[in-house]
């Protein structure tokens, strides 16, 4: 039963990517919460951290759409494989839009305490997103 409600919890969190809507972060993330991505900033934690990611990058792909592919837990551990898709018409981390469709492929751990999210841990294709927006072109161009 723990294991299903863990996994409810990082479900929740990832339907907020979904939805934008991050009104219940605080319902499923410690005040104290740490994420481990490299792609974020450190001061992207606890629930207002986790807030302005959904919110960064709903602002760069307004039509987000995130999908869970495979979940499972042990203890107080959830593993999730998911997948996301969107067009980029909005501003990516100082970067202008791109118009491009992308879609992207990542996993997610996250460790649950007392019913919240106390520390994530994110490995995504990084690196194919910026070449799906041919940032990563323009950069090595620039560089050559």
């Known amino acids: 039963m723990a294991n299903e409600q863990n996994e409810q919890i990082v479900r929740r969190g990832f339907e907020m990517f979904n939805t934008g809507d991050t009104s219940g972060a605080a319902e499923i993330t410690a005040p104290?919460?740490?994420?481990h991505d490299p792609a974020q900033p450190e001061d992207s934690q606890g629930?207002?951290?986790?807030?302005?990611?959904?919110?960064?990058?709903?602002?760069?792909?307004?039509?987000?759409?995130?999908?869970?592919?495979?979940?499972?837990?042990?203890?107080?551990?959830?593993?999730?494989?998911?997948?996301?898709?969107?067009?980029?018409?909005?501003?990516?981390?100082?970067m202008p839009p791109t118009g491009k469709h992308i879609r992207v492929t990542g996993l997610a751990m996250d460790r649950?305490?007392?019913?919240k999210i106390v520390e994530s841990w994110n490995q995504w294709d990084n690196a194919?997103?910026?070449?799906?927006l041919g940032i990563g072109e323009a950069a090595a161009a620039a560089a050559s």
């Open 47 to 94: 629930p207002e951290g986790f807030a302005a990611v959904v919110a960064m990058y709903r602002g760069a792909f307004p039509d987000l759409t995130l999908t869970v592919e495979e979940m499972c837990s042990d203890g107080d551990m959830v593993c999730t494989r998911w997948s996301s898709e969107g067009t980029n018409d909005g501003e990516l981390m100082g």
């Open 128 to 132: 194919g997103l910026m070449q799906q």
């Open 32 to 35: 104290d919460a740490v994420s």
């Open 112 to 115: 649950i305490k007392d019913g």
